[in-house]
C-alpha cells in the first residue's frame, strides 16, 4: 500500500510538474508574443498615416494554408502598415464557423470589417449585426451579389460569371471542343459561378468535376481517371493555381494532350505560363483585394469616401498569357501577384 | 442486476458500502481533469484578451460551444458504450439537406420535412448500429463508410435536385417562423446574446446525464463499454444497447442539422466533414476513455466548453489563426494526460 501511494505521489509530482510547466509556457509564450508586438509596432514607425491606430478585422471562407489567401493577407498588411491600421486575420471554410468568426470580432468592436460571402446565406445576419453596431463593412472575393443587400458599403472582386465568360470566349478563342472545369471547393457558390460563365460562353462541351481540395493527391487522381477515360477533352480549367499544376501531373500520367489553364496566379503559374506548359490564367488580383479592401476602409473612416458607385469594385478577370507571363514571375516571386 | 446505487463511482459495485471521503469521490469524477482544464483555459484567456471578458464575448463563446456540445453529449454515451461514429458530422448536413429539400421539392409545411428529416435521421443512426452489431467489424470501419457515403449522397441528391450545391430558401414557407422559433432563436439578456441551442445543449447534457447515472440502460451502457463479452454474459443485451446509442447520435445529429438549416434558411452540401473528430475529441477532453466503459455526459459539455472558449479565444486574442489546430492538438493530449493520471489515483485510493 505504501508503495502504492508513492507511486501515486511521485506521479503526481511529475504530472503536477508538467502541467505547471506547461502552464509556464503558456505564459511566456505570452510575454513573448508582447514583446513581438511592441517590437513590431516600433518598426512600424513609417506609416504614411497620422489617424488614430484602427483595428480592421478579416474574416474569410479561406481553407488552412491556402496560396491565394496569404497574396490577399499581403496586400491587406501592406495597406495596414501605411494606414497605420492594427489588423486581424481569421478564416474558417465553414460557413457556421465563420459567421462566429465575424462575431467575434464584432464582439470586439472592430473599427472595420472585411468578410467574405462565399456562403452568403451563413453571413447574412452577423453581417447585418455588425453594420447595426455601427462597423463599416467590406465584402471581398466573393458575394458580390447580396454585398449591397446586406449593407456593405462596397464589393471589391472579381465578377465570378463574368470571369467565367472570359474564359468561354478564350477557350472558343484557342479552338477547344471539350473542356472539364473542376472545382475544388464543394459548396463554393463563386465557384459554381465561374464554371456556369464560362459554360455559357463556351460553344464546345464543358463539363464539371468536384474534387477534395485540401487533398492534392486526391485532386490529381480524380483527373488523371477523368482524363484516362474521356480522350477526348482537349481543355482542363481548374479554379485555383496550386490545381493547375497538378492537373499538369495528371494530364502527363493520363497521356492526355489537353490543354490545362486555370483561375489565379502564383510563381508556379508564371512559369508554366512562360513554359508554355499552360494555356492562359485568369488572375483575379487578390493583392488588390486585400489592400484595397483595408485602404478603402481607412478612407471611410477617415474621409467617408467609399468607392465604386454602389456597384461592385472589379479586380479581375486579367487574362494570363505566355506573353505576359515574363514580367510577372518576378512579382509573382515575392507573392505578391 | 443491481438497481443503480446512485453512487458516482462507475464501475462501482463492491465497493459501493465502504465509506469514501469527498474528496476522493470527487477525484474518481471522469469530468474532474476537464473542469480543471477549463479553468485554466479560462482564466489564460481572461488574462491574454482582453475583449474575452465581455459579457457579449460570453454569448458568443456559449454558442460556439453549444454547437458543438448538442453533438458531444451523445457522442460520449457512444464512446463509453464502447464505440465511435465517424458519420456524426456530415449527419448533421444530411438532416438539414433532407428536411430543407423535401419541405421545397413536395412544398409541404415545413415541419412535415423536419418530421421527415427526424425519421432519415435516425434511420441512418439505425444503420450503423445495425451493422455493427451484425458485422462485427470494429465501428471504425462501419461509421468511415456511413461517413464517405453520406457525404457523397450530400452532394449528389443536393446537385440531382437542387441544380447546385446547395439547397434552395425554404425561409418564406409555411411553418418556418415556428421552426426557427424551436430551433434557432434568441434573446438578447442584457446585451448578451443567447441562442437557443443553449436549451437543447443543457437538456441533452441533462438527458445523457439521468440516462448514464439513473436508469438501468445507463448501467448497460457502462457494460457494454467496459466489455461487450462479459456484458452478454451477465445478460446485457448488447445489440439494444448499441443501436440505442447509434439512435441517440442520430437524434443529436437532427437537432443540430435543424438549427442549421433555421439560422440560415439554406444549407450547403459540403459541409459537416470533420466536425466528427470535433465531437470525440470534445467527448475525450471531458474525460470519456478511447477504449470505452469510463466517462460521463457533463465531461462532454465542459470539452465543448474548453473547445467554444479555445476557437473563440484565439480570436480575442488576436492571434494568427495558423496556429489553431496546434494548440487544440496539445490540450487534447493535455487533457488525456490528465484525465489518465486522475483515473489512476482514483483507482489506486479505493
Known sequence: ?????????????????????????????????????????????????????WTFAMVTHSGDGDTFWDIVQKGAKMAAD??????????????????????????????????????????????????????????????????????????????????????????????????????????????????AGAKKTFDGQLQNLYVEGTNMPDVQA???????????????????????????????????????????????????????????????????????????????????????????VLTGPQIVTSEDAAQLAEYADRGTR | MTAASGSSSPAGTDERLLRTSPLRKLLGRPELGSVVGALAVFLFFAVVADSFLRATSFGTVMYAASTIGIMAAPVALLMIGGEFDLSAGVMVTSSALVSSMFSYQMTANVWVGVFVSLLVTLAIGAFNGFMLTRTRLPSFIITLGTFLMLTGLNLGFTKLISGSVSTKTIGNMEGFPSARKLFASYWTVGGVELKVTLLWWAGLVAVATWILLRTRFGNWIFAVGGGADAARAVGVPVIRTKIGLYLGVAFAAWVSGQHLLFSYDVVQSGEGVGNELIYIIAAVIGGCLITGGYGSAIGSAVGAFIFGMTSKGIVYAEWNPDWFKFFLGAMLLLATLLNAWVRKRAEATK
Not at chain 1, 490564367?281 to 458607385?309: K, S
Request: aromatic share 4%.
Open chain 1, 1 to 53: 500500500m505504501a508503495r502504492v501511494r508513492t507511486g501515486v505521489r511521485a506521479m503526481g509530482a511529475v504530472l503536477a510538474a508538467v502541467l505547471g510547466a506547461s502552464l509556464m509556457g503558456c505564459s511566456s509564450t505570452g510575454g513573448k508574443r508582447a514583446e513581438e508586438r511592441a517590437a513590431k509596432a516600433a518598426a512600424e514607425g513609417g506609416s504614411a498615416v497620422n489617424t488614430p491606430r
Open chain 1, 222 to 312: 480524380s483527373i488523371e481517371a477523368k482524363l484516362q477515360s474521356d480522350k477526348n477533352i482537349d481543355a482542363v480549367v481548374t479554379l485555383g493555381a496550386p490545381f493547375a499544376d497538378a492537373a499538369v501531373k495528371a494530364k502527363k500520367t493520363a497521356g492526355s494532350k489537353a490543354e490545362i489553364d486555370t483561375f489565379d496566379l502564383n510563381p508556379k503559374v508564371a512559369a508554366s505560363l512562360q513554359s508554355k506548359t499552360l494555356g492562359f490564367a485568369v488572375d483575379q488580383q487578390p493583392y488588390l483585394q486585400g489592400y484595397e479592401a483595408v485602404d478603402l476602409l481607412w478612407l471611410y473612416r477617415f474621409n467617408r469616401n467609399v468607392l465604386g458607385g454602389g456597384r461592385p
Open chain 1, 82 to 195: 501605411k494606414d497605420n491600421i492594427n489588423f486581424l486575420y481569421s478564416h474558417d471554410d465553414e460557413g457556421q464557423q465563420q459567421a462566429q468568426l465575424v462575431q467575434a470580432a464584432i464582439d470586439k468592436k472592430v473599427d472595420g470589417l472585411i468578410v467574405t460571402l462565399a456562403k452568403p446565406d451563413a453571413m447574412k445576419d452577423v453581417v447585418a449585426k455588425a453594420t447595426r453596431a455601427g462597423i463599416p463593412v467590406i465584402t471581398v472575393n466573393s458575394g458580390s451579389a447580396e454585398s449591397k443587400k446586406y449593407g456593405a458599403l462596397t464589393h471589391i472582386g472579381q465578377d465570378e460569371s463574368i470571369a467565367g465568360e472570359a474564359v468561354g470566349e478564350e477557350l472558343n478563342a484557342r479552338g477547344r471542343k471539350k473542356a472539364l472545369c473542376i472545382l475544388h471547393e464543394q459548396g463554393n457558390v463563386g465557384h459554381e459561378q465561374r464554371c
